[in-house]
């Protein structure tokens, strides 16, 4: 699995965008401002919209985007019929062979299908936090926004701190 400090790999994808356009998306999709990128294992699932849909609270703190190894028509089909995936606000992309999943090492070989792995990513696309999930487990995109805010913050952030506190003691 690439780590922390690594940049993240190029990429050019299909995706679904808010209006549901197929649009092209690349690594400089964010380009200048933080990122997060999580994969997923499947569109028309139980636990992935209720990540999916959560994920639009990051957009205050970060560029989003969503992957998984379903293609963009698949995409397109599962937001028309999920009346809250409808509303989402970042793309969904369409990481059809697992090419990109592959290169960061989230793969599930036994599913062939990407881990539930989250990416935050700095303005100059390295890679400043990273967590990976088995497929049955969700996220949490309170935690997520968490830990971008107190990357952001630039200093000793503990395990609960929120924007406002005092940084932690050296």
């Known amino acids: ?24 998306v690349s690594n400089n999709f964010s380009k200048g401002s933080w990122s997060v990128i999580y994969f997923y294992p499947k569109d028309f699932t139980f636990i992935c919209p209720t990540e999916i849909v959560q994920m639009d609270t990051l957009l205050e703190e970060a560029e989003v985007l969503g992957i998984s190894g379903d293609n963009e028509y698949c995409k397109l089909a599962w937001k028309e019929k999920d009346k809250e995936l409808g509303k989402i606000k970042h793309s969904l992309a369409a990481d ?71 940084f932690a003691d050296t």
């Open 96 to 166: 059809r062979g697992l090419k990109l999943s592959t290169e960061c090492g989230i793969v599930d070989h036994s599913e062939f299908v990407s881990l539930r792995a989250t990416f935050i990513i700095n303005p100059e696309g390295i890679i400043e936090s990273l967590s990976c999930n088995h497929l049955d487990t969700g996220r949490s995109a309170s935690e997520i926004l968490r830990t971008i805010r107190g990357l952001k913050a630039g200093g000793l952030t503990g395990c609960s701190w929120q924007p406002g506190e005092a």
């Open 1 to 24: 699995m690439i780590s922390v400090g690594a940049s993240f790999p190029d990429f050019n994808l299909t995706a679904v965008n808010s209006n549901n356009e197929f649009i092209q």
